[in-house]
């Protein structure tokens, strides 16, 4: 057993005491140097990209279940909801907990106008995909250009010398 940590229910409770000093000196030292904590990431944590035809988001759901999740669209905007009950199983004491979160809610706005109605989303291997089709409106049109025999009212004129 050489070389091995055994943690005893003193043990840890002496290292969370330690962490948390560790805490509160490491913010003191922040303040005292003007230093500002940042933010704390967003959860979950989403990729957003777009192409011709659509934008495209991925979230990292690990361990939620189709039915705790939940994506809503208007025209600019995606919100992406989940909730999972903490459960311990009956006649089970629970030890430790470290998986406390039970819900969130991300909101993304997006730069151009999307197509609620054609949202699609799915959930495989703790992954959700959100494929947002964009509105006609804000897709790029391609504009034929023709030739026409410019009348003389349409042709170019010279500028004056002076003119810039």
């Given at each position: 057993?050489?070389?091995?940590?055994?943690?005893?229910?003193?043990?840890?409770?002496?290292?969370?005491?330690?962490?948390?000093?560790?805490?509160?000196?490491?913010?003191?030292?922040?303040?005292?140097?003007?230093?500002?904590?940042?933010?704390?990431?967003?959860?979950?944590?989403?990729n957003l990209w777009h192409d011709e035809g659509a934008f495209h988001l991925e979230a990292e759901l690990p361990g939620f279940s189709l039915d705790e999740v939940e994506?809503?669209?208007?025209?600019?905007?995606?919100?992406?909801?989940?909730?999972?009950?903490?459960?311990?199983?009956?006649?089970?004491?629970?030890?430790?907990?470290?998986?406390?979160?039970?819900?969130?809610?991300?909101?993304?706005?997006?730069?151009?106008?999307?197509?609620?109605?054609?949202?699609?989303?799915?959930?495989?291997?703790?992954?959700?995909?959100?494929?947002?089709?964009?509105?006609?409106?804000?897709?790029?049109?391609?504009?034929?250009?023709?030739?026409?025999?410019?009348?003389?009212?349409?042709?170019?004129?010279?500028?004056p010398a002076n003119a810039s």
């Amino acid at each position: 057993m050489r070389g091995t940590l055994i943690l005893t229910p003193r043990i840890d409770s002496l290292s969370r005491q330690f962490g948390r000093v560790f805490d509160a000196m490491t913010r003191q030292m922040d303040e005292a140097f003007g230093v500002t904590p940042s933010q704390p990431a967003a959860w979950p944590a989403v990729n957003l990209w777009h192409d011709e035809g659509a934008f495209h988001l991925e979230a990292e759901l690990p361990g939620f279940s189709l039915d705790e999740v939940e994506v809503t669209a208007t025209e600019n905007l995606v919100t992406v909801r989940g909730r999972r009950e903490r459960t311990t199983p009956e006649g089970a004491e629970t030890l430790r907990v470290e998986r406390e979160l039970t819900h969130f809610e991300r909101t993304v706005g997006l730069p151009l106008p999307i197509d609620p109605s054609r949202v699609e989303a799915t959930l495989t291997n703790g992954v959700l995909r959100v494929n947002m089709p964009k509105a006609e409106s804000a897709r790029p049109r391609k504009i034929e250009v023709r030739a026409l025999s410019a009348p003389e009212t349409m042709q170019a004129k010279s500028l004056p010398a002076n003119a810039s």
